[in-house]
């Protein structure tokens, strides 16, 4: 009962939200307030709701019954892990967002922005929850139809314009086939019901799995940003406004990733060994290409919007890994594996968030998004300094943060596989785990980069000489995120088993033999274990000994300011810094053959060629995805449309005559005894 | 019942006069005979449900009927002659197609009306007269609305078609409830003053009601 008041209680904060965003429309500041702060109230209903659901009871609230449909909400401990996350996230960016909308005030309708965020999460909760696929699919649309408002919010500029075409036609695509994979699963269960469809999905003739298996693949990777469908979200993402891109990159891609748990695990059952390896490949492929794309980018937050790919290429790994285990009966083994996902689930939307906040608060200080223009920065801003900094430990898997912990299980779950009885599938685990050591290489390299190049050196243009801290609810939403980074990341234990208990019921057994003492040995089987708490105690007692030591035996020294030594050169403006192009040309030679980097060097001369008068440098790698897939289906597409074009000749009598001539076609074959 | 209704020579005689005023339609190009023979076609329709309502005894279809005769064949051909007197329309009607094709396309529709309502089994073989009748109405209102370039043609045309569902109901159901009825009159009404008011913006935009220069909106 008191499940049900939650519930309520959230949908309706969030619809007061939404409706006193409206209502004070006029008041940008009294209207940012009243839309954000009752949005976090509501994600304060969801978290308390969440728990009391992973630790209890599953919950279930019908609104109308019928034979044939029932509308309600279903929460089990997937779908309660799933609220907590979104909660957990919508809490800090809300609060973020309070100071974040200033950016907007008097210049765009704040209304219009509150109204659609409210309104946004609203729907992520409803679609973690929605008991049955015809309410799933309402609930989906609604969902993807006002992010994409939210992503063309700044609409006057056209480059997010076309940002947004991209996105809904993605996500257009993606729905297209969620829709013919329920479809199926609807037919094979004889109900819409998500209860019928994990009951009796999995007893489902095998070609039918099959095609639910890919239809759903296809449909929610599209949404999750899998590799070949990932091209929307280097356009979405930036596009957004920051506090929204930090739900969608943080929250709103991962509600794909529930229905893939749910699709795979809880309708099709066990699955088939294939399923596994085609998601494991996959994954890897979006791992490894979103790290490296997003290397070569020096817009701070198309970077982001790459590391996404990436890691929910990492999370899907664990998935897959799973999903192998329990095709081939090793349950425990599975429950590892999800539990490896699940960790990195919530891990990336804890930092990725944190990550997007912090590139907003960049952009709110020196409005740019060039990483080339910024430098410097760590003086100016000290605390979206350390908060970013935390949140890139994070992403980059360095310990003792909460990126190593579920990475660090991935790897394990991956390793385990030595246990699988086909060499082949062990092979392609194994060299998967290569992968992934190769991304979380490369993702320390692109956050030394991005942090490096942002934050360190001096002023590298005019736009950052005047930042300053953003405002304290910006940086309250962003320290809560980062003490979250670290809490997960030093307190594992404590999380592990409750993920466990979440993990149980889809793949059937728990991991029995844990032990949770300070580390995070997990098997009794094959024991590897690493104590992120100790590696933390160690970091602080190796860190403060120099400084004790200093204090006790050295005491007083001289200190002198001085210029950085810069070679012999005397380093005096912001030209003689490493630039984010420079330091990321060693990799881009490296992986020329994905890159296919493109470069042109224009000179324009002055007179002679002695004198050069203008010099442009343009480098550019080459979007392999949409040149060789999309733009020629896209052409397909565009010719075929202009073909059926002539059908449309915008006179009102032809519209009619199509009409009246199928209804006497269709008079003929009734009376021709067809019907 | 449904027989005695139906089945009388009176009703027959009525709904044969609603396909002749149909027919006069056609055989028109002038926009106020046409007008007047739509005002024709709806009072003999208010007179079908006079007589079903007579026979059936229930109070609710005198209010249709008196409905009927209130707004379908007295407000709506008042906002018709309203429309034309305003914008000084030319009264004469221009064509895709003329009126002796029209007429024998007319009498063809009837045709396949009739053996379309034969081939669906209905009941009895006297409603199925009522119900070929009404989806004769619907089909040569389609007709209309496809071969008049006048927008007040069109409307004509689809509330020709709207008289025919009417009939088609009136003569399957006795009446439906008169909720269901009462919000389908609101509905026609409300249609008919939005089209006049598109027709007025329509002829302010191309200083005539032609559709045929709604062409040039194509992108």
Same mark, same amino acid.
């Given at each position: 009962?008191?499940?049900?008041?939650?519930?309520?209680?959230?949908?309706?904060?969030?619809?007061?939200?939404?409706?006193?965003?409206?209502?004070?429309?006029?008041?940008?500041?009294?209207?940012?307030?009243?839309?954000?702060?009752?949005?976090?109230?509501?994600?304060?209903?969801?978290?308390?709701?969440?728990?009391?659901?992973?630790?209890?009871?599953?919950?279930?609230?019908?609104?109308?019954?019928?034979?044939?449909?029932?509308?309600?909400?279903?929460?089990?401990?997937?779908?309660?892990?799933?609220?907590?996350?979104?909660?957990?996230?919508?809490?800090?960016?809300?609060?973020?967002?309070?100071?974040?909308?200033?950016?907007?005030?008097?210049?765009?309708?704040?209304?219009?922005?509150?109204?659609?965020?409210?309104?946004?999460?609203?729907?992520?909760?409803?679609?973690?929850?929605?008991?049955?696929?015809?309410?799933?699919?309402?609930?989906?649309?609604?969902?993807?139809?006002?992010?994409?408002?939210?992503?063309?919010?700044?609409?006057?500029?056209?480059?997010?314009?076309?940002?947004?075409?991209?996105?809904?036609?993605?996500?257009?695509?993606?729905?297209?086939?969620?829709?013919?994979?329920?479809?199926?699963?609807?037919?094979?269960?004889?109900?819409?019901?998500?209860?019928?469809?994990?009951?009796?999905?999995?007893?489902?003739?095998?070609?039918?799995?099959?095609?639910?298996?890919?239809?759903?693949?296809?449909?929610?990777?599209?949404?999750?940003?899998?590799?070949?469908?990932?091209?929307?979200?280097?356009?979405?993402?930036?596009?957004?406004?920051?506090?929204?891109?930090?739900?969608?990159?943080?929250?709103?891609?991962?509600?794909?990733?529930?229905?893939?748990?749910?699709?795979?695990?809880?309708?099709?059952?066990?699955?088939?060994?294939?399923?596994?390896?085609?998601?494991?490949?996959?994954?890897?492929?979006?791992?490894?290409?979103?790290?490296?794309?997003?290397?070569?980018?020096?817009?701070?937050?198309?970077?982001?919007?790459?590391?996404?790919?990436?890691?929910?290429?990492?999370?899907?790994?664990?998935?897959?890994?799973?999903?192998?285990?329990?095709?081939?009966?090793?349950?425990?083994?599975?429950?590892?594996?999800?539990?490896?996902?699940?960790?990195?689930?919530?891990?990336?939307?804890?930092?990725?968030?944190?990550?997007?906040?912090?590139?907003?608060?960049?952009?709110?200080?020196?409005?740019?998004?060039?990483?080339?223009?910024?430098?410097?920065?760590?003086?100016?801003?000290?605390?979206?300094?350390?908060?970013?900094?935390?949140?890139?430990?994070?992403?980059?898997?360095?310990?003792?943060?909460?990126?190593?912990?579920?990475?660090?299980?991935?790897?394990?779950?991956?390793?385990?596989?030595?246990?699988?009885?086909?060499?082949?599938?062990?092979?392609?685990?194994?060299?998967?785990?290569?992968?992934?050591?190769?991304?979380?290489?490369?993702?320390?390299?692109?956050?030394?980069?991005?942090?490096?190049?942002?934050?360190?050196?001096?002023?590298?243009?005019?736009?950052?000489?005047?930042?300053?801290?953003? &405002?304290?609810?910006?940086?309250?939403?962003?320290?809560?995120?980062?003490?979250?980074?670290?809490?997960?990341?030093?307190?594992?234990?404590?999380?592990? &088993?409750?993920?466990?208990?979440?993990?149980? &019921?889809?793949?059937?057994?728990?991991?029995?033999?844990?032990?949770?003492?300070?580390?995070?040995?997990?098997?009794?089987?094959?024991?590897?274990?690493?104590?992120?708490?100790?590696?933390?105690?160690?970091?602080?007692?190796?860190?403060?000994?120099?400084?004790?030591?200093?204090?006790?035996?050295?005491?007083?020294?001289?200190?002198?300011?001085?210029?950085?030594?810069?070679?012999?050169?005397?380093?005096?403006?912001?030209?003689?810094?490493?630039?984010?192009?420079?330091?990321?040309?060693?990799?881009?030679?490296?992986?020329?053959?994905?890159?296919?980097?493109?470069?042109?060097?224009?000179?324009?001369?002055?007179?002679?060629?002695?004198?050069?008068?203008?010099?442009?440098?343009?480098?550019?790698?080459?979007?392999?995805?949409?040149?060789?897939?999309?733009?020629?289906?896209?052409?397909?597409?565009?010719?075929?449309?202009?073909?059926?074009?002539?059908?449309?000749?915008?006179?009102?009598?032809?519209?009619?005559?199509?009409?009246?001539?199928?209804?006497?076609?269709?008079?003929?074959?009734?009376?021709?005894?067809?019907? | 019942?449904?027989?005695?209704?139906?089945?009388?020579?009176?009703?027959?005689?009525?709904?044969?006069?609603?396909?002749?005023?149909?027919?006069?339609?056609?055989?028109?190009?002038?926009?106020?005979?046409?007008?007047?023979?739509?005002?024709?076609?709806?009072?003999?329709?208010?007179?079908?449900?006079?007589?079903?309502?007579?026979?059936?005894?229930?109070?609710?279809?005198?209010?249709?009927?008196?409905?009927?005769?209130?707004?379908?064949?007295?407000?709506?051909?008042?906002?018709?002659?309203?429309?034309?007197?305003?914008?000084?329309?030319?009264?004469?009607?221009?064509?895709?197609?003329?009126?002796?094709?029209?007429?024998?396309?007319?009498?063809?529709?009837?045709?396949?009306?009739?053996?379309?309502?034969?081939?669906?089994?209905?009941?009895?073989?006297?409603?199925?007269?009522?119900?070929?009748?009404?989806?004769?109405?619907?089909?040569?209102?389609?007709?209309?609305?496809?071969?008049?370039?006048?927008?007040?043609?069109?409307?004509?045309?689809?509330?020709?078609?709207?008289?025919?569902?009417?009939?088609?109901?009136?003569?399957?159901?006795?009446?439906?409830?008169?909720?269901?009825?009462?919000?389908?009159?609101?509905?026609?009404?409300?249609?008919?003053?939005?089209?006049?008011?598109?027709?007025?913006?329509?002829?302010?935009?191309?200083?005539?009601?032609?559709?045929?220069?709604?062409?040039?909106?194509?992108?």
């Amino acid at each position: 009962m008191e499940y049900t008041y939650l519930l309520i209680g959230l949908i309706i904060s969030y619809l007061i939200g939404a409706a006193s965003s409206i209502i004070l429309n006029k008041k940008d500041h009294l209207c940012a307030c009243a839309a954000f702060i009752s949005a976090s109230i509501a994600s304060v209903f969801g978290i308390i709701l969440s728990l009391s659901v992973v630790f209890g009871e599953t919950f279930t609230f019908t609104l109308s019954s019928s034979s044939f449909l029932n509308f309600g909400f279903f929460v089990d401990r997937l779908s309660a892990f799933f609220i907590l996350l979104i909660s957990i996230a919508v809490f800090a960016v809300s609060i973020y967002s309070i100071g974040y909308a200033k950016e907007y005030f008097g210049k765009k309708n704040i209304g219009y922005l509150g109204f659609l965020y409210n309104i946004f999460i609203l729907s992520m909760i409803l679609v973690v929850t929605a008991n049955n696929a015809v309410m799933f699919l309402i609930v989906w649309e609604l969902m993807s139809v006002i992010s994409y408002f939210l992503v063309v919010y700044e609409h006057e500029k056209p480059e997010v314009r076309k940002a947004g075409f991209i996105y809904i036609v993605m996500t257009h695509i993606g729905t297209g086939f969620i829709i013919l994979s329920f479809l199926i699963l609807a037919s094979g269960s004889g109900s819409f019901d998500f209860e019928t469809f994990s009951s009796t999905g999995a007893a489902m003739p095998q070609m039918l799995k099959d095609l639910v298996f890919l239809f759903a693949l296809i449909g929610f990777g599209a949404k999750a940003g899998i590799v070949p469908l990932h091209i929307w979200l280097p356009y979405a993402h930036p596009a957004a406004p920051s506090n929204v891109s930090a739900l969608m990159s943080g929250v709103m891609i991962k509600t794909a990733i529930y229905m893939l748990i749910r699709v795979f695990f809880d309708f099709l059952g066990a699955g088939v060994l294939w399923w596994g390896v085609l998601v494991l490949i996959l994954a890897s492929a979006s791992a490894l290409l979103g790290v490296m794309y997003a290397l070569m980018e020096h817009d701070i937050k198309r970077l982001l919007a790459y590391h996404s790919v990436e890691n929910i290429g990492i999370i899907l790994i664990g998935i897959s890994v799973s999903m192998i285990f329990v095709s081939s009966g090793y349950t425990e083994l599975a429950a590892f594996g999800l539990i490896a996902g699940l960790y990195h689930t919530v891990n990336h939307a804890v930092f990725k968030s944190l990550l997007f906040m912090g590139a907003g608060s960049l952009i709110y200080s020196t409005h740019t998004r060039n990483m080339e223009d910024m430098g410097g920065l760590l003086k100016k801003m000290p605390w979206t300094g350390l908060f970013f900094l935390v949140g890139s430990i994070s992403i980059s898997a360095l310990p003792p943060l909460n990126g190593f912990v579920s990475e660090w299980l991935t790897f394990q779950a991956q390793l385990l596989s030595i246990n699988l009885s086909d060499n082949i599938i062990k092979i392609a685990v194994l060299s998967s785990g290569a992968a992934l050591a190769l991304t979380s290489a490369l993702a320390a390299a692109c956050f030394v980069k991005a942090f490096g190049i942002s934050f360190l050196a001096l002023p590298r243009s005019k736009a950052v000489e005047h930042a300053k801290e953003g &405002p304290k609810s910006m940086l309250f939403g962003m320290g809560t995120l980062s003490l979250l980074c670290i809490i997960l990341g030093v307190l594992p234990f404590y999380f592990v &088993p409750v993920l466990n208990s979440i993990a149980a &019921p889809l793949v059937g057994t728990t991991i029995s033999k844990v032990t949770f003492d300070l580390s995070l040995a997990v098997f009794s089987l094959r024991s590897e274990s690493i104590s992120t708490m100790w590696l933390f105690l160690m970091l602080f007692i190796f860190l403060s000994l120099p400084f004790i030591l200093a204090l006790a035996v050295g005491g007083r020294t001289p200190t002198k300011t001085y210029d950085t030594w810069g070679c012999g050169q005397p380093v005096t403006t912001a030209r003689n810094e490493y630039t984010a192009t420079a330091f990321s040309k060693p990799i881009r030679m490296w992986l020329g053959n994905i890159y296919r980097p493109h470069r042109e060097i224009q000179i324009t001369y002055a007179g002679s060629p002695y004198f050069k008068e203008r010099l442009t440098f343009d480098a550019q790698v080459e979007p392999i995805f949409e040149k060789y897939m999309y733009e020629p289906v896209a052409g397909l597409v565009v010719s075929v449309s202009r073909i059926l074009r002539v059908i449309q000749t915008g006179s009102i009598h032809a519209y009619l005559a199509y009409i009246f001539i199928t209804l006497i076609i269709l008079f003929a074959f009734v009376i021709s005894g067809g019907g | 019942m449904s027989e005695l209704v139906f089945g009388s020579k009176i009703m027959q005689l009525i709904i044969a006069l609603i396909l002749v005023s149909t027919f006069m339609i056609l055989g028109s190009t002038r926009l106020y005979s046409c007008v007047r023979a739509f005002g024709i076609q709806s009072f003999l329709l208010a007179s079908v449900a006079g007589i079903v309502a007579y026979s059936t005894g229930r109070y609710e279809i005198y209010i249709i009927a008196l409905l009927t005769l209130v707004i379908k064949a007295a407000v709506i051909p008042y906002i018709f002659i309203y429309i034309i007197r305003e914008i000084k329309v030319k009264r004469e009607i221009d064509l895709y197609v003329n009126i002796s094709p029209s007429l024998i396309i007319g009498g063809v529709l009837i045709v396949i009306s009739y053996y379309l309502i034969r081939s669906i089994n209905i009941r009895t073989e006297l409603s199925s007269f009522a119900l070929s009748a009404s989806m004769s109405l619907v089909s040569i209102g389609l007709f209309i609305m496809i071969s008049r370039k006048k927008a007040i043609m069109q409307m004509l045309g689809i509330l020709i078609m709207e008289n025919g569902l009417f009939l088609g109901a009136i003569s399957l159901t006795h009446g439906m409830p008169l909720l269901v009825e009462l919000g389908i009159f609101f509905d026609v009404l409300i249609g008919v003053l939005i089209m006049g008011i598109l027709i007025f913006r329509i002829n302010k935009t191309f200083e005539c009601i032609d559709t045929d220069m709604l062409k040039t909106l194509i992108g």
